[in-house]
């Protein structure tokens, strides 16, 4: 069965830092691209940050440049969204996403998606 699982979501205050995990079963993540993308209350899914197959990252969301970084362990078959100087603008359900397509692609591109894990944003 494949299977992305996003973890590492929770409750942070203004200013600090959390760090998601995607980590895939079934299938090998090296030949695909990962996305984040995140779903706040009332809006439409957003892209936030992808990491190509070889390694490239793309911000999908202006907001985050400087503050978010994505990065990726084949060997581990993970994915990491690191997330720092965390606005209350950035609670949301976040949600990784493979793409066989092996680039960062528009959300309509990718093939697997996780659950999501919720991150809140608050003092």
């Known amino acids: 069965q494949l299977q992305l699982v996003e973890s590492g979501g929770g409750l942070v205050q203004p200013g600090g830092s959390l760090r998601l995990s995607c980590a895939a079963s079934g299938f090998t993540l090296d030949y695909y691209a990962i996305g984040w993308f995140r779903q706040a209350p009332g809006k439409e899914r957003e892209g936030v940050i992808c990491?190509?197959?070889?390694?490239?990252?793309?911000n999908y969301a202006d907001s985050v440049k400087g503050r978010f970084t994505i990065s990726r362990d084949n060997a581990k078959n993970t994915v990491w969204l690191q997330m720092n100087s965390l606005k209350p603008e950035d609670t949301a359900v976040y949600y990784c996403a493979a793409s066989d397509l092996r680039l960062c692609v528009s959300s309509e591109g990718y093939d697997y998606w996780g659950q999501g894990t919720q991150v809140t944003v608050s003092s």
């Open positions: 990491i190509d197959s070889s390694g490239g990252s793309t």
